[in-house]
């Protein structure tokens, strides 16, 4: 399985700009698009709000992350459910910073789970 990595999108001036976005009072951003409608829920051209958080690679605000950390770790896995729970200020960068390895990324590609040996093994088909 491929794992995520980040690609040429993921610069020191985009992190910067994500942060002073941070900064102004989001608590998520998500760097990687999946299953986002770009035009509904667009703020710029990079930016979405998303209503919902899968994947692997964000940047938190420290009060969510604040907020989270008083929690059992029981409580907070899966940390992609709980996340929402705690902030609603979501957004999604595209284009996206990472390439999604595991599941994300070769579910993206499959267009039947009949054809996919990853949707096999989540799915038990």
Sequence with gaps: MNLSQVNSHFTPSVIQDLLQVVESGWDVIRFHKTGICK????????????????????????ELMQYVLKFDSKE???????????????????PS?????????????????????????????
């Design 97 to 125: 910073l990472i390439t999604e390895g595991a599941f994300g990324y070769q579910m993206q590609k499959c267009l039947g789970l009949e054809d996919c040996e990853i949707c096999h093994a989540v799915f038990e088909l």
């Design 39 to 62: 035009i509904h829920g667009a703020l710029s051209e990079n930016l979405y709000h998303s209503s919902n958080l899968c994947g692997r690679g964000y940047m938190i605000s420290k």
């Design 76 to 94: 907070v896995v899966p940390y992609t459910y709980f996340l929402p729970k705690g902030s609603s200020r979501q957004l999604t960068y595209h």
